[in-house]
């Protein structure tokens, strides 16, 4: 809630600050959003108990950031504020780790040593310690037990001095190093790189004449090396630098790669993890905010990050989705990062082998400069791609489609011989997708979710991938009785299997959710595969990114189409981007790369354009699809979601909002329809939606938010609003 407060006399408040306030009978602590004159009424404004900060938390730029979100998506500035303001920060459970130190007072005198070594030969013992410490001071600590009385005495004789000095909790100190982890010296750049990085620099230099850079890069180009010599030369300048990654621990190898490159200055690198505990989020945040650390590597939030002098942010894979938040605030990090750069004002550079066509689109409008690097870096050439026809396959093993084709086959057998290594991608995870009745066509359904169930063959059990319900595997049809209940489709475990029948000699590993919960798998296994301790890699999403094999010669996307018939006008572009960044795992060393692609769908565009890696082409076709029905990036794409336990209820509330919205309704919004939501059930709630789109966004989320503000909702709908929404389900 926003609320007014009086500053009192002399009290220093800024905005940005925690204050200590009144709030009903109690106090609470809050945080200042805008110092002003004092309002007129004739209700009384409670004074401002204590001021927590002496310099504000949030930075103006943050604040006004912050501000713009709350405009832009449609929702509670306090939401905001609690981005803005990570919890271990804001609220008052967490301080700064301190030790006692004990400090030389002065230069002790000879003289003074030997009457201490006579007299008291612990004080002196301390006194000699404590001359050979760096700056003649050490922790209490380390002069082990019993040190207390001696520095006692110490301390009345004025030769030492008492001191409490805050300690960082190091994330990274119990993590065993890195053998890799050696600093990396800056490679030679080839011209196009060396384009990029000067028009990155001037950006960095002026950055308020410059543009927001898009630098559209082919898988292997060299972007990371211009990301990383950018960031040198920032720092060099005296300014901090940002790297947002879609997962940190998706992206290990862009992770190890900036920690190597700047290992000389290991304190000043902050690596905001998910897994940081609170204490050690409060030390990094502070080590930010007080420009200690001065290059922040992190996910979607550390958008916010505290830097001071911030001189560039860098967005790499800029088109994932998991720059989306999915909860409120739903803001967008690479959008904000855009918007941050412009109120810095600093450079930023939203780089991708596959952009977004929201920021390719951004680039023909000439809002963000364009950078690109075509070729691979050595002239090496893109991987060769071939496309397997399925239907084909079906037809010559008699109906019944093969996990692995001929060609597939014959691939992963020739690398072995080879001693080179192979990937195999599949977007699903689990052993098959659902068990489905032949003789009545029942499906295994979640009973809270309008989804089938997986079956997961390690543990035999039935999980709901959306809400994590498990159930035992039936027996027996649970509708019919028929005991010759089957699985259809596949997932990566029965891939796995199929694989140790035809390739008994293979050694292989998978990566996915489900294999990666123990801590450190993920890391295990990537390194395993990187000393050729696996030949074949089997994965899902989580090897589609920014992963670097130089051994890897052949990719086999299992099932491309999957994914394609999805209700949601962005299936063929993130089809596209997902065979394009596979595929460029592929011939990242000296050999040249192959890459087979399965499908049902052989001639659809995403799987033609990326088997000719055209993202020109592509984007060209799909633009104009886009325009034609007004989807983004040609306006802007909002849904308003109602969820409830009560079917009617739901749907009710729902079209009230929908008939309000239309009273009034302000010009460029085009209302949709309300209809179930695709995913109809999830959790135990029903799910209806309503699609809107807008010519421009704020005239939508005001209006929404206007009409939202005056409509009092039954108490059991949630109703949520998604702005630039990247989900449709
Ligand atoms: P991208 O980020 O575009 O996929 P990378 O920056 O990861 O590309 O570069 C691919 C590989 O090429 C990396 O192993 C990297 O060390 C190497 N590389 C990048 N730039 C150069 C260069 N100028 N000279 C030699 N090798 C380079
Ligand atoms: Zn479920």
């Known amino acids: 809630m926003v609320f007014d407060y009086a500053i009192p006399e002399g009290m220093d408040v800024r905005a940005g600050c925690r204050v200590r306030v009144p709030l009903r009978r109690k106090s609470a602590l809050g945080t200042v959003l805008a110092v002003g004159e004092p309002v007129q009424g004739d209700f009384a404004i409670r004074e401002i108990e204590e001021l927590m900060d002496p310099e504000p938390l949030i930075t103006a730029c943050l604040l006004r950031t912050g501000e713009w979100i709350a405009d832009y998506y449609g929702c509670n500035i306090e939401a905001v504020v609690r981005s803005l303001l990570p919890e271990a920060v804001r609220t008052e459970e967490n301080s700064a780790k301190t030790r006692r130190v004990a400090v030389l007072a002065g230069t002790v005198e000879e003289e003074m040593l030997a009457k201490l070594a006579k007299r008291a030969p612990r004080q002196h013992a301390v006194v000699v310690l404590l001359q050979g410490a760096e700056d003649g001071r050490l922790a209490v600590a380390e002069l082990g037990d019993g040190s207390a009385p001696v520095l006692k005495a110490l301390e009345k004789a004025g030769i030492v001095r008492m001191e409490s000095e805050e300690v960082r909790r190091d994330p990274d100190a119990a993590e065993d190093e890195d053998p890799e982890e050696v600093e990396s010296t800056p490679l030679v750049l080839n011209p196009a790189q060396a384009v990029a990085l000067e028009q990155v620099l001037r950006a ?11 630098l559209l890069g082919v898988t292997g180009s060299g972007k990371t090396e211009v990301y990383l010599q950018a960031a040198q030369r920032a720092l060099e300048l005296g300014k901090s ?15 190890r790669r900036f920690k190597a490159r700047f290992a000389a200055m290991r304190d000043q690198v902050a690596v905001l993890h998910s897994h940081l505990s609170q204490g050690e989020r409060f030390d990094e945040w502070h080590r930010i905010r007080k420009g200690i650390a001065r290059i922040v590597i992190g996910a979607r939030s550390a958008v916010f990050a505290p830097l001071p002098e911030l001189g560039l942010i860098l967005v790499d894979e800029e088109h994932e989705n998991t720059y989306k938040q999915e909860n409120p605030p739903r803001y967008h990090g690479r959008d904000v990062a855009v918007l941050r750069a412009a ?25 963000y400069d364009l950078l690109r690097l075509d070729e691979r ?31 597939l ?35 295994c359904q979640c009973p809270h979710c309008a989804v089938a169930l997986t079956y997961h063959r390690t543990d035999e059990r039935l999980v709901c991938h ?58 295990d296994t990537l390194n395993a595969f990187k000393s050729h301790r696996i030949d074949i890699l089997i ?19 299992l099932n491309a189409d999957l994914g394609l018939h999805m209700p949601d006008f962005r299936a063929g572009e993130r089809t596209f981007q997902l065979l394009t960044q596979v595929a460029g795992r592929a011939g990242r060393g000296d050999v040249e790369g192959e890459v087979i692609v399965q499908t049902f769908t052989p001639h659809s565009p995403s799987i033609q354009f990326s088997r000719r890696h055209d993202f020109d082409g592509f984007s060209e076709q799909e633009l104009e699809c886009r325009r034609q029905f007004g989807f983004p990036p040609y306006g802007h794409c909002a849904v308003l979601t109602a969820r409830s336990n009560h079917e009617r209820r739901a749907e009710f509330t729902l079209q009230t909002l929908h008939l309000r919205l239309k009273e009034n309704l302000p010009e460029g919004i085009m209302l949709g329809e309300v209809l179930p939501a695709p995913l109809t059930r999830s ?47």
């Not at 600093?346 to 023909?364: I, K």
């Not at 319900?469 to 009785?481: D, G, L, N, S, T």
């Not at 299997?497 to 798998?521: G, Y």
Request: glycine share 6%; with cysteine; aromatic share 4%.
């Open 343 to 367: 109120f810095e004002p600093c450079a930023v550079v939203l780089g991708s082998a596959t952009p977004s066509l929201e920021s390719w689109h951004n680039t023909q409008l000439g809002k």
């Open 466 to 523: 959306v809400c994590g319900h498990q159930a035992v595997v039936p027996r027996k049809c649970p509708e019919c009785r028929d005991p010759a209940i089957i699985l259809q489709g596949y997932g990566t475990q029965k891939v796995e299997e199929v694989l140790a029948k035809l390739l008994p000699k293979a050694k292989f590993a998978r990566i996915d959710a489900d294999a990666m919960r123990r801590k450190h798998a993920l890391r």
């Open 539 to 557: 994965g899902t999403q989580m090897i589609a990114k920014g992963l670097h094999f130089p051994n890897v010669t052949l990719v086999g996307i």
């Open 409 to 443: 086959r014959t691939g992963l057998e020739q690398r072995l011989e080879r001693g080179e290594q192979s990937i195999l991608f599949l977007n699903r995870r689990g052993f098959a997708r659902s068990l489905q009745c032949p003789a009545c066509g029942h499906v």
């Open 377 to 407: 870096v050595d002239g090496q050439s893109m991987p060769m791609v071939r496309v397997v026809d399925m239907r084909l396959e079906a037809t010559k093993h008699k109906g019944a489609s093969p996990i692995l084709s001929d060609p």
């Open 204 to 214: 960095v230099a002026e950055p308020a004449a410059s543009k927001p850079i898009l």
């Open 241 to 255: 630098v940002l790297v947002l990654v879609p997962e940190i621990s998706l992206t290990p190898q862009t992770v």
């Open 683 to 729: 959790h135990g709630q029903f799910r209806f939606q309503l699609v809107l789109r807008a010519t421009r966004a704020r005239a939508l989320s005001r209006h929404v938010q206007a009409v939202l503000g005056r409509t009092s909702l039954p108490e059991d709908v949630t109703v949520v609003f998604d702005m630039d929404a990247l989900s449709f389900s």
